[in-house]
């Protein structure tokens, strides 16, 4: 195996002469292996090894065993080792992240602290051929493109995963042949989280009765994937290079690029969120498929996307806008995606501006009636399309007002209700891109309200309305 992780480092030129590693080692079996196989190959790097652990706070006393196991091994090879803790509950509270989520975050957050820190130049994380499996299923799940099937890269900035081209049998063997002991958490085997669900009961039921070589199939379709993206990436920078003007903030798109291929646009228009605003978390293939269909429609149309960018058509041109003045200060965006919504057993709790707000999801029941009030709605969890906002009005918002699917600007219902124009933008808003399911305190969209072909029931509450 140790010849293996070598081929492959290099093969990605993982490693250069003379760099300090920080490892980040949690005293599970794969990061055992991981500082156990650095330690054996440091001399033919000419590398350095230092340790970070994490503890997240959520297993009490045994996390504090497996800090210090790895503080007692680090000792043991004489490695420097730094232990931070940090507090994943109350982050994921403040930053309405699933704990999964925030752990994540965290940890990276401490390792890029930490490799500062030290003076690193590589942090080494211990992904192997079964997470990368388990990622790639993960982003099909959820709906994800070709860029979700590349999986996780090789190298990415200073991170680097020598392990993606072991098995987790390998890496047992490895441990077991090397005498090397290391700590089990028990959180790994909780299908309360959904990767778990995936590694502990989808991979081994396709393995068992429908191919055993899913992980190494998987892994080919990642690598793929991350060729085809590569190259369709480097095709649409030139593309939007080309026909792409930014002035004031403002992102120009020459609309001659729709004499491309579908997927190289959906590359370039991508890349236009992008440099609008530089976070792409919330923008999925619903999105970039309506700027897609506005492009190719007769006259002048446009949509809102999440962190409040516009997005319109004028002529032969696409324009890119970020509506930072559209939104109050008193009420700024605030997006959830559908899997944190569906993934959050025991709901979401927001507290959004002077408001809380608290959103839960239950399975559509044929017998049970629905509250209904000013600041309590349900709505059909599976018609929202990718991304739920909470915000202010926006340019280009309207509302569904009846059941054969006619639609009204939102400034019409406003006018036609005679809402004041000093309260407009006060209200809050639930919507779904520039679609507006509740226009809290007055009215839901026809297009989302319950019926009996509804499967998940998303009911919210606004305290404070």
Known sequence: MEK?????????????????????VSGGADSMCLLLVLLKIKNLFNINISVVHVNHGLRGKAAQLDAEFVEQICGRFNVECIVR?????????????SEEEAARNLRYKMFASVCRELQCTKIAVAHHADDQAETVLFQMFRGSGLKGLTGMLPVRDNIIRPLLCVSRAEIEDFLKQSHMEYCTDATNYSVDYTRNKIRLNILPYIKDNINEGVVSHLISIADDARRADLFLQREAQKIFNENSVIEDGVLKLNLEVLKYEEIIVSYVLRMCIEKVKSAMKDIGRKHIEDIYNIAHIKGNKEIMLPYGIRVYKEYSTLIFKRQETEISEEQPCFTLSKEKILN???????????????????????????????YTNCFDYDKIEDVLSLRARAPGDFIVIHKNGEKKKLKNYFIDEKIPKNERDKLLIVADGSQVIWIVGYRMSENYKVTEDTKYVLQMEIDGG
């Open 4 to 24: 293996k992780v070598v081929n492959y480092i290099k093969k990605f030129n993982m490693l250069d002469e003379g760099d300090k590693v920080l490892a980040g």
């Open 85 to 97: 803790n940090v507090n994943v509950k109350d982050y994921a509270a403040r930053e309405k992240q």
């Open 344 to 374: 959050s057993i025991n709901g979401i709790s927001i507290e959004y501006g002077n408001n809380k707000i608290v959103l839960k999801i239950r399975r559509y029941e044929k017998n049970i009636k629905y509250t209904k009030t000013k």
